[in-house]
C-alpha cells in the first residue's frame, strides 16, 4: 500500500494533517473513504490503520486525519467541540472532492461515529456509511469528564485526564455536546448505515448501536464484534472489521474493478428488487461470499476459511440453525407471556451434526425463571411447535425453475 501525506485547511484556516492510504498503483482506486478517529486519539491508532490497509487492498482509498488540536493537526484542543469535528470532516470531504474525488464512503470509530452521521447530512455524494463502537449521541461522551463539570462551570476551563493523557477542555466543549442530544437525524440519512459494535464495550455500551439501529432507516445492517475491545487493540478484530466493511461497502459505492486484478471479485452494485416474502440471494465473489436479501434486510454468508471461504458471514447451516433458533425462542416467548410464566431470558444452542446413518439437530434450551418440573417438560414440548420446526419435519417439496 501506498501513504501520502496530505494537509489541508479547516475553516478557521488552521493547517490539520493527514494520510491517504491507497493501493500501491493508483489505477487501482476505485472509490474514496474517510475515517474519523475516536474522541481524543489520532489518525494513527492501530485500528484506524489496520482497517485503511484493508480497504485499501480492495481498491478503496482511505483519507484519514487528526482532528484540530489532536495529532500533527493545528490549533488548540481546547478551543474544539464536537460541531469543529463536525465542521472538519466537511473540509475534508471538499478537499478530496478537489484534489482527488468525492469520498463516496464514512467510517467512524467511537465519536469520530456520531461525527459521520451528523456530517452525512453535509455531503450528499457520500454513498454508504459505517459506524465502530459509536454512540448514537455527542453528549455520551459527558461521562469521561463529569468531575470536571463543577471547574468547568465555575471557571469555565478545567484540565482532564482521558485515558493515559491529560487534556484542556472549556465549558463550550460542555455546552456544545449538550446541544447534540438527538438521534433524529440518524433517521433521515437515507443513505445504507453498517453498525460494528462489541457487546462487552465498557467505554461505549452496545446499546448505543441499539439506538442507531432503531432510529435508522433500512438499508441497515449490524454486526456483533464479540470480545473485541472498544478501540480494536486486537489486530484480528480490526482486520475483520476492515474485511467485512471492505464487502459491505461494495454493494453500495459503485466499486469497479478488473476481471484481470480481481479473478474471483463479483461487484454486486445494485440492491436487487424483493417483493412481499420473497428472499433473493446474489454472488459477491466467485466463492462463497453471497449477498442475502429479504425486503427490509441485508446479510451476508460465506464459508469458514478452512472451506476455501473468508468467513465473512454465517454459513448456509449456521444460518439454518438461527433460523430454527430464532423461531424456537420467539414460539417460547410468545407460550411464556400467554401462560403469564416467570421465564426471562431464553437462550437456544443449536448443534448440527451429520452421523453415519441421519443427520441429526440437537437444541438445547435455558432460561431463567422457578417453573415446576411439569412447566418445564412442557416447555420443552413447545420448542417442538415452532413453525420452522414443523416445515422441516413436514418434508417440504423444493422445486427449481429458471428464471
Not at 343 to 363: A, H, W
Amino acid at each position: 500500500m501506498a501513504r501520502t501525506k496530505v494537509e489541508f485547511n479547516n475553516n478557521q484556516g488552521e493547517t490539520l494533517a493527514g494520510l491517504l492510504e491507497t493501493p500501491d498503483t493508483s489505477s487501482k482506486v476505485t472509490q474514496y473513504a474517510i475515517f474519523a478517529h475516536c474522541f481524543t486519539c489520532s489518525k494513527d491508532v492501530a485500528a484506524a490503520s489496520r482497517i485503511s490497509r484493508s480497504l485499501s487492498a480492495k481498491g478503496i482509498a482511505v483519507f484519514r486525519f487528526d482532528f484540530t488540536g489532536l495529532g500533527n493537526s493545528d490549533g488548540d484542543f481546547a478551543n474544539t467541540n464536537f460541531s469543529s469535528n463536525v465542521d472538519d470532516l466537511i473540509a475534508a470531504a471538499k478537499m478530496l472532492e478537489n484534489q482527488y474525488q468525492a469520498p463516496s464512503l464514512l467510517i467512524g470509530h467511537s465519536l469520530g461515529g456520531a461525527a459521520v452521521l451528523s456530517a452525512a447530512h453535509h455531503l450528499p455524494k457520500v454513498k454508504a456509511i459505517a459506524t465502530i463502537g459509536s454512540p448514537a449521541t455527542a453528549d455520551h461522551v459527558q461521562h469521561l469528564f463529569m468531575r470536571a463539570v463543577p471547574e468547568l462551570e465555575a471557571k469555565g476551563e478545567a484540565r482532564v485526564r482521558i485515558g493515559l493523557r491529560e487534556f484542556n477542555i472549556k465549558k463550550q466543549l460542555l455546552d456544545d455536546l449538550n446541544e447534540n442530544t438527538s438521534s433524529k437525524h440518524i433517521g433521515n440519512l437515507r443513505r445504507p448505515l453498517l453498525i460494528f459494535h462489541s457487546p462487552i464495550d465498557n467505554i461505549v455500551s452496545v446499546d448505543e448501536a441499539a439506538k442507531i439501529y432503531t432510529s435508522a432507516k433500512h438499508p441497515k445492517s449490524f454486526i456483533s464484534l464479540d470480545n473485541a475491545d472498544h478501540l480494536l487493540s486486537n489486530r484480528d478484530d480490526s482486520e475483520y472489521v476492515g474485511a467485512t466493511l471492505a464487502a459491505w461497502a461494495e454493494r453500495y459505492i459503485g466499486m469497479k474493478e478488473s476481471n484481470a486484478e480481481q479473478p474471483n471479485r463479483k461487484v454486486a452494485n445494485v440492491r436487487p428488487i424483493v417483493n412481499g416474502s420473497e428472499v433473493v440471494v446474489t454472488e459477491l465473489d466467485k466463492k462463497f461470499l453471497r449477498g442475502l436479501y429479504t425486503k427490509d434486510h441485508d446479510v451476508i454468508s460465506d464459508e469458514p476459511i478452512n472451506y476455501g471461504g473468508e468467513n465473512l458471514g454465517p454459513s448456509p447451516y449456521n444460518l439454518l440453525l438461527m433460523s430454527i433458533g430464532s423461531c424456537t425462542s420467539m414460539t417460547l416467548r410468545m407460550y411464556a407471556n400467554r401462560k403469564k410464566w416467570p421465564v426471562d431470558d431464553i437462550n437456544v444452542r443449536l448443534v448440527y451434526e451429520r452421523l453415519e446413518k441421519e443427520e441429526r439437530i440437537t437444541r438445547y434450551i435455558s432460561f431463567k425463571g422457578d417453573l415446576t418440573d411439569e412447566q418445564q417438560h412442557r416447555f420443552v414440548e413447545i420448542a417442538d411447535r415452532c413453525p420452522v420446526h414443523r416445515t422441516l419435519e413436514n418434508n417440504p417439496v423444493i422445486s427449481s425453475e429458471l428464471e
